[in-house]
């Protein structure tokens, strides 16, 4: 799990597919739930990246959207 968390504008962040695949769930299915139920997650559970973040190659073009 460790390498799976990046550090970005100095927040622990994790990729949403690989949050998902922790919890045996589809990514889709996880970003509803999110979306459906913004009480039952910590105010800072969402994380959206900018246009340069998404780009840089140590994210590896991975980042949709991310959850910190």
Same mark, same amino acid.
Request: no cysteine.
């Given at each position: 799990?460790a $390498?799976?968390?990046?550090?970005?504008? !100095?927040?622990? =962040?994790?990729?949403?597919?690989?949050?998902a695949?922790?919890?045996?769930?589809p990514?889709?299915?996880?970003?509803?739930?999110?979306k $459906?139920n913004?009480?039952r997650?910590? !105010?800072?559970? =969402?994380?959206?990246p900018?246009r340069?973040e998404?780009?840089?190659?140590?994210?590896?073009?991975?980042?949709?959207?991310?959850?910190s």
């Amino acid at each position: 799990i460790a $390498r799976q968390i990046l550090v970005i504008r !100095g927040q622990k =962040v994790m990729i949403d597919a690989d949050l998902a695949a922790l919890y045996d769930v589809p990514t889709k299915r996880l970003n509803e739930q999110v979306k $459906r139920n913004p009480g039952r997650f910590p !105010g800072d559970f =969402v994380f959206a990246p900018t246009r340069a973040e998404r780009d840089d190659p140590e994210v590896g073009g991975r980042v949709g959207s991310l959850t910190s």
